[in-house]
């Protein structure tokens, strides 16, 4: 009989509050092993060898869950990231909470997709940094003084970001006619 968590073109992992592996299929245990060790696996050990706590790169967007959930108890939050691996071969991740009825423990369900790696996106309208950081949380929804809060910077500042970002799509625009 086939295992169908052998044949899931998913790797999922569930993790506790602390980052150890509560469950992983065997996609997951092997894009884990690789991200520990730097390069993908051809031959992989037995069992035994895999490492019982995550990836620090997958466990850096774990925490940013765990961080979302502070700050945000009501709003579901879900992290994307991409991990490259190496030139041929990326990791896109997704990481949220795993809300279960009736459970007294947290847990945070990660999944895992082996994918080419993509190409670094141009910055629109040379945006800075923290214009960048804005943007995307504006994007998301967040609030002025949500972004404020997340950036650790005055709402006036936040409103002064957008400002600018505006102006610069302005400008590109007027650019491209």
Same mark, same amino acid.
């Given at each position: 009989?086939?295992?169908? *968590? ?10 506790? &509050?602390?980052? %150890? ?7 997951? @245990? &092997?894009?884990?092993?690789?991200? %520990? ?23 850096r967007s774990c925490r940013a869950v765990i961080e979302s959930r502070d700050l945000f108890p ?19 991740l997704q990481a949220r909470w795993l809300d279960l009825d009736g459970a007294e423990c947290f ?6 997709? #082996?994918?080419?790696?993509? @190409?670094?996106? #141009? ?5 800075? @940094?923290?214009?960048? *950081? ?9 609030? =002025?003084?949500?972004?404020? *809060?997340?950036? =650790? ?5 936040? @409103? &002064? ?8 799509? &302005? ?7």
């Amino acid at each position: 009989m086939m295992n169908p *968590a052998e044949d899931c073109p998913v790797g999922v992992l569930i993790l506790n &509050r602390h980052g %150890a592996i509560v469950f992983a299929n065997p996609l997951a @245990q &092997r894009l884990c092993y690789e991200l %520990a060790h730097g390069s993908t696996a051809k031959d992989l050990p037995p069992d035994e060898h895999y490492p019982r706590l995550i990836p620090h790169p997958i466990w850096r967007s774990c925490r940013a869950v765990i961080e979302s959930r502070d700050l945000f108890p009501d709003q579901p939050i879900v992290i994307e990231d991409e991990i490259k691996v190496d030139d041929q071969v990326a990791v896109q991740l997704q990481a949220r909470w795993l809300d279960l009825d009736g459970a007294e423990c947290f847990y945070l369900l990660v999944m895992l997709e #082996e994918r080419a790696p993509s @190409q670094p996106a #141009e910055k629109p309208y040379s945006l800075t @940094q923290t214009e960048t *950081a804005v943007w995307l949380l504006w994007q998301a929804g967040y609030s =002025n003084s949500a972004i404020a *809060a997340q950036l =650790n910077i005055s709402a006036e500042a936040v @409103q &002064r970001h957008l400002d600018h970002i505006q102006t610069k799509q &302005r400008i590109a625009e007027l650019l491209d006619e």
